[in-house]
Structures are given as C-alpha cells and as structure tokens.
C-alpha cells in the first residue's frame, strides 16, 4: 500500500477519523493520484497516476466518491481549522461568496440547468452554459509565500436548477439562500470570531443582508449597492402614547447617484494597495450611514461607500457594509479582495480539472467538485509548510519573471514531494547520482505522452 511522505501524511490525520479504515486507505490514493495526476481529474486518472491502473478492485476507489459514508461539511469543518490556524489565527475572518458554474451535459445528470457563463459572456455579449451551478465559500487570506491574498474553498454546495427541484416537489433554493446557509454554518462553528462576508452585486438582497444581521453574532456583509437604492434616516424615537404600528425608516434620503453629482459632497481621497491586481489606485470616497428599505422586506441598517476616480478611469461606484461602525477605508479593503474568487476558480479549473469528471451516481456529483475545490486549499496548506525559500520554488524563465510563487508553483512542489516519496524513498541520502528504475523511466514516459 502506498505510504505519503511523513510532512504530507502529519497533516491529513486531521482528517483520518472522519472516514472508516478502509475508506481512509482509499480516500489517500485518491488525494494524492488527484495531486499527481494531469489535465483529467477522474478516479481513473488518478490511478493510473499511482500506478494502479492494472488494480482489478478499481470499484472500491469509486465507492468512496459514490456509496461510502462520510460527511463533506465534517471535512469542510476540519479544513476550516487548519486554514485559520495556519493562515489567519487572530482579527476577523473574512470570506467570499460566490458561484461557479461546472459545464456538464448528458441526461444522468439531473441537477444541471441554463444558467449565464460568466466566463464567457461580457456586457454586451450574453452566453448561456449547461452545466451545475456551485455556491462556493472561500477563506480571504494572506499567504505569505506567495505575497498577497488568495480565496481557499472550504465549502462547496450544488444549487440545483429551479426545474430539477420542482420535479422532486422540493422548495427552490436561490443562490442568496445557499451563501445564508453556509454563512451560518461557519457563524455556528466559530461564534466567538468576528466574520465578513464579501460578494458581489447579486448578493445585495434585502431578505439576505437582514437574515445576516438578526443572528445572535451577525456576520457583516459587503457588497455592491445600486447607486438608485431607496435610503432612509433611521426610524425616530415614538413618543409617549403614540398610536399606529412602529415605523420601519424615517425620511427618505436623496439616492446616491444624487449625492455623486452634489458639489457639496465631501470626498476624502485614499490609495488602495491592490486594486484588482492591478497594483496602487488612488481613488475618492464619500460614507455615510443610513437605512435601506423596499416595501415587503425588512429594514437594513447599513454604511454606503461611494468610489470615484480622480482621473475618471471607471464610473462611480457604490458599495455597501452591513456593520455600521466599520471604517470607510476598511469596506473599501475588504471589497477589493473579492477579485481573488474568480480567480481561484480559473486556478481551479486550469490546475486541478474541476471541469472533467464524469461520474455518473448523484452522491459522487455533488462530492467531487468539492472536493477538488478543497484540494486547492489542501495545497496551499501543504506548500505553506514546505517554502522555506519562495525564490527556489518559483518557475522562472527568460521569458517570464516572477516575483513570488504562484499556484502552479505551489503544486509543484507538493507533486515534487510526492514523487520523491513514491520512486525516490530507497535512494541513498547525498551524491549527485540517483539509481532510476525502469518503471519510473516508463511511468514518467506515460505521463508526458497523455498531459493535455
């Protein structure tokens, strides 16, 4: 039975009591044949990346994906802990929402729908996409060995289409109901930590951003707000012995679009540091508070951010923080790491081949993309332990100079490991020369035949 490397092995015991025995035995090859594997992360590939590929119980590795008992939201639990214990161990614990869509096709899989390709469309270019939509919650953080902050998935869950869950007689979920939902599973695991949550303009919900802030410890939401967004003054005291039910707002306040255009608006200027990737951006903001309201739908308190740039590189902007008392400038930081999601889901895509598997059975669907999203923060996990030099790590070329690590390098030197550890570990410590058996010659051979 294939042993991982003693460094990689200390850190999936975490999750050894989650799966039986057996099950455990099987879900290793499975991580590191998905970790070694190329283009194609199906359960085949990644047994013939372990050189199981005569293996005649090849099913058993399948039932870990399709029948075996064990719980994604333990796992996403337990991943969760090592994340923040590593990466974040202290302040808030900021996190993205947002939704991939997986493009599949073919009649057994029942949950998929038309959904708009983010990928592919633009504004003024519409393209619709079969496929699953994921609604996926990732840890914001810092890495140190790379130099700026990346999105880790640490839960992941299938939204279904609105047909699918009425052919099954189920109440449809939107999207803003999964990011609730997963919100308030990661507010019941960690209640005594500050939480924000960032997102995009489709999450600017009222029923969602109030659902957010009755919790016993709220979690704080930033998002975009609609600069024609009808605002109010707070609610006035009532006065002794006044009549009538309680009023929800107080006077209406001019919309944001109208206090862009004031020459009487107060603007601060401030410099952000990473502006989508971008580097520094000065830019102008303007903050206030008040309170949005739309008939039908409870009141939410909140602060209003407007951005504009001096030299008028891109249109006003308005964001929004459902935590009154967070600072202007720190919304401003929060939302700007909301860049990171997408591109950790094109990482994802690139890197680990979410977009390739092709079970069949509805509980291997809605455990394999997950799990490859988690794999994403299982490297950088592994590689966070391993880089005592970023410079040594990183892929450099004539042609290309990078400064810090990327993912691609961060996979490469967990796959380096690996490898050592399965064709290398009878080497002799020392020398310049290795003994190379024929198998590895064959088997690396292979390997660079089939890669996509």
Known sequence: MYQLPPSIAALLVSFAPLFSRRVWAHAQVLVAGALLAPAQRTVTAALRAMGLAQ????????????HARWSGLAVGRTLLALLVAAFAPDGPLVFG??????????????????????VRSSKGYFVK???LRWACLMLLVPIPFAARTWALPVLTALAPSERHDAERGRRHKTLTDWARQLLLVVRRWWPERAIVAVADSGYAALAFLAACRAWRNPVAVVTRLRLDAALYEPTPPRRPGQKGRPRKKGRRLPTLAARAADPETAWAGITIANWYGAGERAVEVASDTAVWYHTGLPPVPLRWVLIR????????????CTDQEAAPEQVLAWFVLRWQLEVTLEEARRHLGVETQRQWSEAAIRRTTPALLGLFSLVALLAHARMADPADATRQAAWYRKTHPTFADALALVRRELWRQKLFHTSPCGGELIKVPRVLVEHLTEALCYVA
């Open 309 to 320: 740039d001096p030299q008028g590189r891109f249109a006003t902007q308005a964001l929004l």
């Open 97 to 118: 929402v947002d939704e991939t869509l997986e493009r599949r096709r073919g009649k057994r899989i029942a949950a998929k729908g038309l959904y708009r390709d983010a």
């Open 129 to 131: 996409a079969s496929g």
């Open 55 to 66: 293996t005649a119980q090849f099913h058993r590795y399948h039932r870990v994906l399709s």
